[in-house]
Nanobody
Framework: QLQLVESGGGLVQPGGSLRLSCAAS????????IGWFRQAPGKEREGVSC????????NYVDSVKGRFTISRDNAKNTVYLQMNSLKPEDTGVYYC???????????????????WGQGTQVTVSS
């Protein structure tokens, strides 16, 4: 069974950091572009960051540029989202998603993705 499992969410104070992990089981992430999405209460899900299967392309939504870093460790079959200088507006459920696309493309359109994790809650509050 193909699965993506997120972990690493939690409650953190403004200015703090968290590292989210997206681990794959049942398949290898080597040929998959991965996206991180988040959904805040009462809002639509939005793309936050994505990385191509090659790792050569990494994109970020403007609101997280300079604070979030996406990376992938194919040996561990895991993609990470390092989140620094967190703000209350970063609060939401974070999802990772995968699509089998080789090369240097990644996507913020959720309809490009075939596999989704169950989500992990991130709460930024004092």
């Amino acid at each position: 069974q193909l699965q993506l499992v997120e972990s690493g969410g939690g409650l953190v104070q403004p200015g703090g950091s968290l590292r989210l992990s997206c681990a794959a089981s049942g398949f290898t992430l080597d040929y998959y572009a991965i996206g991180w999405f988040r959904q805040a209460p009462g809002k639509e899900r939005e793309g936050v960051s994505c990385v191509s299967s090659s790792g050569g392309t990494r994109n970020y939504v403007d609101s997280v540029k300079g604070r979030f870093t996406i990376s992938r460790d194919n040996a561990k079959n895991t993609v990470y989202l390092q989140m620094n200088s967190l703000k209350p507006e970063d609060t939401g459920v974070y999802y990772c998603a995968g699509t089998a696309r080789s090369g240097n493309m990644c996507y913020f359109n959720e309809y490009e993705y075939d596999y989704w994790g169950q989500g992990t809650q991130v709460t930024v509050s004092s």
